[in-house]
């Protein structure tokens, strides 16, 4: 599939430049239809709208491609009722195997996708690892469970971790952006009403404190990953950070079960585009129950998503590639940019207020046709 246009610029000023130029080409158009005194100024801002896209189309740096990695998404899809969490990870388990001989080079799991009564068991390491030494792969799964981070803070952390042939590789992210009362709640002393009219977190999840590159084993050529968590993927700044940091591929985690047949998964899917784009790396987005899918160093989509219906493993052949975008270099710059033309024009008008002549003292009041101010005429 070929990447959208609107990545192309996005691979130079990333979701920034691509909501300044729509918004440039809604304020050209208004322009046009609803003020005839400026609809010169509305076409030249269209035609400047025009002339930008394509200079960013012929001359910004593309990826170039350096090979590829295939990479296979578990999908268990929606499992509730009692026992919903050791049946789903029974189900993903039954996926995985499936992989058997499929020669890839990772396999990822959803958001959550282990609870933390089977994280505490010893046997669940242990069945992590004979699936990775039945597939030839490593697992990057996802944990929600009491845990001691690296600096010895003991609480509940949402965490990706690296599964090897001998078990955990000791490779494990952890959740730095969380869902407000999803998985903290604000200001709890006040707000902590909210646990009992909805599903906001009886406890709050501990915030981990950098982000991670895990790098995988010699036998898939020593890929490093860069992962993220659900709605992590919104924050541009993160996957830049991870790519800044050598990661070759950048992989999501996430559950959208709370949004099962909405427009939500989709649209939380389409962030890989974006993200990947941006970036000029390829990304994956893999789900407890859809949508998951792939995306190419360009934002392109590959291979077939599994939509939120699929109870399915999917394997994605993804292009790697090298070299760096705009975005990427340069960061936010859009931002910055449209603050200092806000700050200018601010200074600008400011100093014609202070030139601007002292209005005068009232003169006298206007006379009448007889002379007298003010007098009724007669």
Not at 314 to 342: H, I, Q
Request: hydrophobic content about 45%; charged content about 20%.
């Amino acid at each position: 599939h070929q990447p959208h246009p609107a990545l192309r610029v996005a691979s130079v000023g990333g979701v920034w430049l691509v909501s300044l130029l729509v918004l440039a080409v809604n304020t050209g158009v208004a322009l046009l239809v609803a003020d005839r005194a400026a609809r010169r100024t509305g076409g030249v801002l269209l035609a400047v709208c025009a002339l930008s896209v394509a200079a960013v189309w012929a001359w910004a740096p593309r990826p170039t491609e350096t090979g590829a990695v295939r990479i296979a998404v578990v999908q268990p899809g929606v499992v509730e009722g009692p026992g919903s969490v050791a049946r789903r990870f029974d189900r993903g388990e039954e996926l995985t195997r499936a992989l058997r001989g499929r020669g890839v080079d990772l396999v990822v799991w959803g958001e959550s996708s282990i609870g933390a009564g089977a994280w505490e068991r010893p046997e669940t390491a242990r069945r992590l690892a004979g699936l990775s030494r039945l597939v030839g792969a490593d697992l990057l799964v996802n944990v929600d469970a009491r845990q001691t981070d690296g600096s010895g803070r003991s609480g509940i952390f949402k965490s990706a971790v690296l599964v090897g042939p001998d078990g955990p590789t000791g490779d494990r992210y952890d959740k730095m952006r969380l869902v407000p009362f999803g998985e903290y709640v604000p200001a709890r002393s006040l707000l902590g009403w909210a646990t009992s009219v909805g599903k906001a977190a009886g406890e709050d999840r501990l915030r981990g404190d950098r982000q991670v590159v895990m790098t995988l084993p010699d036998g898939a050529r020593g890929l490093r990953i860069g992962p993220l968590v659900c709605f992590e993927t919104a924050f541009p700044d993160m996957s830049r950070r991870l790519v800044r940091d050598g990661a070759q591929v950048i992989v999501a985690q996430s559950a959208t079960s709370t949004f099962q047949h909405s427009w939500a998964p989709a649209q939380h899917a389409s962030l890989g585009a974006l993200r990947a784009a941006e970036n000029g790396r390829p990304m994956v987005h893999a789900t407890l129950t859809g949508i998951s899918a792939a995306y190419g160093p360009r934002g392109e989509r590959v291979g077939r998503p599994l939509g939120t219906d699929a109870s399915a493993a999917e394997v994605f052949d993804l292009p790697l590639a090298g070299g760096s975008t705009l975005y990427n270099r340069l960061g936010d710059w859009p931002v910055y940019g449209a603050l200092a033309a806000l700050a200018v024009l601010c200074a600008v008008e400011g100093l014609r207020a202070l030139r601007r002549p002292a209005p005068g003292p009232p003169g006298p009041p206007a006379r009448t046709a007889h002379g007298s101010p003010g007098s009724p005429g007669h």
